[in-house]
């Protein structure tokens, strides 16, 4: 049986920017190299595709993207929404409201416990602003995107909507995460995917796992948190997230039981050493 078979691989990658000064061509490649090594059978991208929105900057970004092999989910951070972006978005990968879906073959189907996996991807970006919204106005379109009870359920945007740790004052948790948290509850969405901050954290909250992702590609990160992408691997009992560092590192971060929906793993970032190189400390 082919290798992206079972279980269900995900590749979960964020805010490259590309057009920064420090963009780096090198990591870029070698995130490449390790997403189609890993053979995913789906690549989300959680927006800051560019560092200003303009034209140029988007179709670089649209060519570093089209050397990924496996079907891509893509929204727009709020990066890529100034000076007009979201034009260019549009022209390079299409409607920034979108619906993903991947159906299962029978065995496939019932080695990982699902019918086939749907991601609903929201532009939460506002022009020239960096926090975000979704709006109630969309809420009635994303209850009528996930339409099959029994798929695997992911929710794809830029803005994270719980706080992240280590990644300093929090100014841009979503506007409206409030509304939205428990609308994507009773819905039974699994997994929400999200990056923005340059940090990586993992959250329980409700049965979903709340999944948020560093920088994949420049060095804009944060303290001593390197640049990093997740990979999820799926399968019938369990929801696992590694972390892939630019030296080649390979780290199981946390673990969701799909049995009691529930964190049977700590995150990485509750370490002792997380929490003393970013001073958070308790004690």
């Known amino acids: 049986m082919a290798?992206?078979?079972?279980?269900?691989?995900?590749?979960?990658?964020?805010?490259?920017?590309?057009?920064d000064l420090t963009f780096d061509e090198k990591l870029m490649g070698s995130t490449i190299d390790g997403i189609n090594r890993l053979r995913p059978d789906l690549v989300l991208f959680a927006g800051d595709l560019t560092t200003a929105g303009y034209q140029w900057e988007y179709a670089e970004a649209a060519g570093w993207l089209d050397r990924i092999d496996a079907p891509k989910v893509v929204v727009a951070g709020n990066h890529d929404s100034r000076n007009v972006g979201y034009v260019h978005f549009e022209h390079h990968f299409g409607a920034r409201f979108s619906r993903y879906r991947q159906a299962f073959d029978p065995e496939?189907?019932?080695?990982?416990?699902?019918?086939?996996?749907?991601?609903?991807?929201?532009?939460?970006?506002e022009p020239d602003l960096d926090e975000g919204h979704i709006g109630r106005e969309r809420y009635p379109w994303i209850r009528e995107q996930f339409d099959q009870p029994g798929d695997f359920k992911i929710f794809l945007l830029h803005h994270?909507?719980?706080a992240v740790p280590g990644a300093g004052r929090e100014l841009n948790v979503l506007t409206d995460a409030g509304d939205l948290l428990p609308i994507l509850t009773r819905l039974g969405v699994d997994v929400v995917a999200s990056g923005h901050k340059h940090v990586p954290s993992f959250w329980g909250l409700n049965g979903m796992l709340v999944c948020n992702c560093s920088t994949a590609a420049t060095r804009r990160v944060r303290g001593l948190i390197p640049p990093s992408w997740n990979e999820l691997q799926i399968d019938a009992s369990t929801i696992k997230v590694y972390l892939h560092y630019e030296d080649g590192r390979r780290q199981?971060?946390?673990?969701?039981?799909?049995t009691t929906r529930a964190l049977v793993r700590e995150a990485f970032y509750l370490t002792d050493r997380f929490l003393k190189s970013n001073r958070l400390e308790v004690g």
């Open 3 to 19: 290798i992206g078979d079972i279980p269900l691989r995900i590749a979960h990658l964020a805010s490259v920017h590309c057009g």
């Open 108 to 125: 496939r189907a019932e080695r990982i416990s699902a019918t086939g996996v749907t991601v609903v991807a929201a532009d939460s970006s």
């Open 160 to 162: 994270h909507l719980v």
């Open 252 to 258: 199981l971060s946390v673990i969701r039981s799909r």
